[in-house]
Nanobody, 122 residues
Framework: QMELVESGGGSVQAGGSLKLSCVAS???????LAWFRQAPGKEREGVAM???????TYADSVKGRFTISKDDAKNTLYLQMNSLRPEDTGVYYC?????????????????WGQGIQVTVSS
């Protein structure tokens, strides 16, 4: 099982930026990787994913504002978040899976980080 550790969360005002990182305990080459978030009282939702072929997919709510990327040499996944809004507030999780199916459903991912808080104030 792969361990994932997120960092880079925090508090920011609306319109600001944050960059999340997720370091994996093993190689991420060949894995589909994703970021999810969960706001209080809401279900976990997929934010962005990057497939093993580096194809990226985004939730409509973050398109044009968030960018997902990875560095295979560093076994690290990133999420650059710009133009943040209060509705982006939540706990952000990174996830990884080796199986062929790809997408933004949480049920497609076996490995999960512990989550990190992002708070955007208005």
């Amino acid at each position: 099982q792969m361990e994932l550790v997120e960092s880079g969360g925090g508090s920011v005002q609306a319109g600001g930026s944050l960059k999340l990182s997720c370091v994996a305990s093993g190689t991420i080459a060949g894995y589909h990787l994703a970021w999810f978030r969960q706001a209080p009282g809401k279900e976990r939702e997929g934010v962005a994913m990057i497939a093993s072929d580096e194809t990226a997919t985004y939730a409509d709510s973050v398109k044009g504002r968030f960018t997902i990327s990875k560095d295979d040499a560093k076994n690290t996944l990133y999420l650059q978040m710009n133009s943040l809004r209060p509705e982006d507030t939540g706990v952000y999780y990174c996830a990884a899976d080796w199986r062929p199916n790809r997408g933004l459903s949480q049920y497609l991912y076996f490995n999960w980080g512990q989550g990190i808080q992002v708070t955007v104030s208005s």
